[in-house]
């Protein structure tokens, strides 16, 4: 079977979170720079098969438009062109952050491992892709 692979982008920094290879469990897999992002897709598609990308849009229900709205939309086109074979699939991405935040604190994570840049933006797109798998 194939995995999912899932992207809260941000033009900072893109959290990568990847199913099992039976799409069933989201997990965190990495975080990194825009500028690194074309290499850590190659990398993770010659490990395992993909069954398609999901990707967070902030306001995706309510039809609003954020500052990071363009920048994600870039990126998705850029996505479709690199990898035309595999489907991308929008989820929307709202409160996931706030979510990952206290998923870090109810998971008895220290102060100081919260604090590090990209353990948000991981978590946030775990949530991303559970979200997805839950709506499948």
């Given amino acids: 079977m194939a995995r999912f692979i899932a992207f809260d982008y941000g033009t900072r920094r893109v959290g990568i979170a990847v199913t099992d290879s039976g799409a069933m469990v989201a997990a965190p897999e990495c975080t990194c720079s825009p500028q690194e992002l074309p290499a850590v897709i190659k990398r993770l598609l010659d490990a395992e098969p993909c069954a398609g990308f999901v ?9 609003t438009h954020t500052d990071s709205t363009n920048a994600i939309r870039f ?24 979510e990952a935040s206290l998923s870090m604190v109810q998971s008895g994570m220290r102060r100081s491992k ?19 798998l839950d709506q499948r």
């Fill in 55 to 63: 990707v967070g849009m902030p306001g995706l229900i309510l039809g």
């Fill in 75 to 98: 990126f998705v086109s850029e996505l479709q062109k690199q990898h035309p074979d595999i489907p991308v699939e929008l989820v929307d991405e709202d409160d996931t952050s706030r």
């Fill in 114 to 132: 919260r604090r590090e840049k990209g353990q948000i933006d991981r978590i946030a797109a775990t949530i991303i892709l559970q979200r997805f």
